[in-house]
């Protein structure tokens, strides 16, 4: 049992962490709502679950870990609402819970630092969201919960590199506009490293080590395919849709060294151009996988 995990919402960081711990023999619980996922899931060597849909009551009770990537709707955090009395009841057996939140919940600093003393004043519904969310989370009794708030995660299947193929990757410029982002693997072995030094309460930071305005890594990812570099538009004029006029609302530079000091991390990728090179040299084509 101490090599059990259960993971609620059983995503594109989650599978990433289970590639490195179902090698070491863990057993790992991941639930997905979509019952079409559930043999992609198996052939991963994890354990599927459907829900919402069936009761993970059995599972959950024999999990001394739990990874919690779902994210909050409109009813608030949808595992609290659906099992918190059961989650309650089984945390004083739990040896790590894990809750992957965002960096978000920072709001908008005018590309300015953040850390994770840095009072929180989300600026978006989203954010606002996350916020809720993790004090919920903080509220369960005996959790030895850690909070994991992200940047923007890119890897394998989730890059620029499809959409400069493609022709439809676009330079949006704002002035001053600058983003922390997170390889998925820097995520992962960020979370392998935390279960195997809990520190119950902890709140980490996860970024690399060089915020970048979103034009210049479209930039890049054209320059590494040699392909035309894409127009530059102006945020003020380009047509976007409210939810990706949303991501520039925020302008932020994040700091991880608190999780370099308490865990020994270190990015894998210190840079979106280390991050992109890999990628590509992994999969030349860069299919959605």
């Keep these: 049992m ?12 989650a599978r990433a962490l289970a590639r490195r711990l179902v090698p070491q023999g863990w057993r790992i619980y ?44 409109p009813e608030g955090d949808p ?10 009841a089984l945390a004083p057996q739990m040896r790590w819970a894990g809750y992957l939140s965002t960096t978000g919940v920072y709001g908008d600093h005018q590309g300015g630092w ?17 916020v809720t969310a993790e004090q ?18 890119y890897g394998p299947g989730r890059g ?3 959409k400069v193929r493609a022709g439809t990757a676009r330079r949006i410029i704002k002035k001053g506009q600058v983003f922390s982002r997170i390889h998925v693997e820097d995520i992962a072995q960020a979370l392998e490293r935390s279960i195997a030094r809990p520190d119950a309460g902890a709140v980490y930071n996860l970024c690399d080590d060089d915020p970048a305005p979103p034009q210049d890594v479209i930039g890049h990812a054209a320059e590494l395919l040699g392909l035309p570099l894409p127009a530059a538009e102006d945020f003020e004029t380009a047509e976007m849709t409210p939810m990706a006029r949303s991501f520039y609302a925020e302008s932020k530079k994040v700091r991880n060294d608190r999780i370099k000091a308490a865990l020994g991390w270190k990015p894998i990728y210190p840079d979106y151009r280390s991050g992109l090179a890999a990628m590509l040299a992994d999969d030349p084509r860069n299919e959605d996988r």
Aim: aromatic letters at 6%.
């Design 2 to 13: 101490d090599k059990t995990l259960f993971s609620f919402g059983h995503g594109y960081s």
């Design 30 to 73: 991941g639930t997905t709502r979509d019952q079409n996922k559930l043999d992609e899931i198996a052939a991963t060597g994890v354990t599927p679950v459907l829900w919402p849909g069936s009761d993970p009551g059995a599972a959950l009770r024999d999990a001394r870990h739990l990874l919690i990537s779902a994210g909050p709707g």
């Design 79 to 88: 595992v609290l609402a659906a099992l918190g009395a059961e989650i309650a």
């Design 114 to 130: 953040v850390d994770e003393d840095t009072p929180l004043a989300p600026s978006t519904k989203r954010g606002q969201a996350r």
């Design 136 to 153: 919920a989370w903080r509220a369960v009794p005996d959790l030895p919960l850690h909070i994991f708030r992200l940047a923007g995660i």
């Design 160 to 162: 620029p590199f499809a």
